[in-house]
């Protein structure tokens, strides 16, 4: 249980940093909160989602599932254009700041790991104990 809680906070850190990474490029591009940006990550998400049977299967590569990243991948843009929704009629400049933020949660949910795995850890003898 302990493994699959901790792909799946690998798989969100990825998800952030990639919502960060389309954010941070449309601010650089000069493209500001607004209808195109959001029409057009949506647009990213939903080809994502409809053709995620079609994409590569890299299997596992270095103790990850790469399959489970690849399958979800929309949920980067996705994300993204939620952001960019919240925050919309945005500066590029504001833009870039909410893609530092997403990339800011998503490195702080990584780093945070260890603290997933001790208290995971803990819980799992004090109910031990109980039993």
């Known amino acids: 249980m302990q493994r699959v809680f901790d792909e799946r906070a690998m798989e969100a850190t990825a998800l952030l940093l990639v919502a960060s990474v389309l954010l941070i490029g449309a601010s650089l591009a000069g493209i500001g909160g607004g209808v195109p940006l959001v029409a057009v990550l949506t647009l990213i998400a939903v080809t994502l989602?409809?053709?995620?049977?079609?994409?590569?299967?890299?299997?596992?590569?270095l103790g990850q599932d790469l399959d489970r990243y690849v399958r979800d991948l929309w949920v980067g843009p996705a994300l993204a254009a939620a952001a960019s929704a919240f925050v919309f009629g945005a500066t590029p400049a504001e833009i870039q700041t909410v893609g530092g933020l997403l990339g800011f949660v998503g490195m702080v949910n990584y780093f945070l790991r260890p603290v997933y795995?001790?208290?995971?850890?803990?819980?799992?003898?004090?109910?031990?104990?109980l039993a």
């Open 49 to 61: 989602a409809a053709g995620r049977e079609r994409l590569p299967r890299p299997g596992r590569r």
């Open 117 to 129: 795995h001790a208290g995971y850890s803990l819980v799992t003898r004090f109910v031990e104990t």
